[in-house]
């Protein structure tokens, strides 16, 4: 196994067992397989619990993350619609919108914010370069 597939493996296990273990599902049987990645930082998976399909997103930098498959019926468009997520997200914890975790300091806020924005961002432009994607 090359390098760059035994990081898509390792990543995609580890994002897999986050995704259980926080109990978004009722069967622990999750099948995934990468559909679109840049080897050694993010990969883009469809994953099927039961009849369910969804698409998940996971990278050394990045949220692990998951929305419904058929919110996209693309790789691009699911990159699209984590950033837009992300992003909403973001500006829902800035303006208080969301409970926070109590044990969370108010600069360690401002950090998940800030990071959340750069991923977002950086989602976002990856989503429009046509040649990545093709």
Not at 37 to 50: Q, T, V, Y
Request: glycine share 6%.
């Amino acid at each position: 196994m090359t390098a760059d597939a035994d990081w898509a493996k390792k990543t995609l296990e580890s994002a897999i067992h986050e995704i259980i273990s926080g109990g978004l599902f009722d069967n622990p049987f999750l099948q995934a397989r990468p559909v679109w990645k840049i080897d050694g930082s993010l990969l883009i998976a469809e994953c099927r619990a039961g009849e369910d399909r969804y698409w998940l997103i996971a990278g050394n930098d990045s949220p692990t993350d998951l929305i419904a498959g058929d919110t996209a019926v693309s790789a691009r468009e699911a990159a699209r619609h984590f950033a837009l997520k992300w992003q909403l997200a973001a500006e829902k914890l800035k303006a208080g919108e969301v409970a926070t975790p109590s044990n969370l300091a108010a600069d360690d806020l401002v950090k998940k914010v800030a990071h959340l924005v750069r991923c977002a961002e950086s989602l976002y432009e990856l989503a429009q370069q046509t040649s990545i994607w093709e």
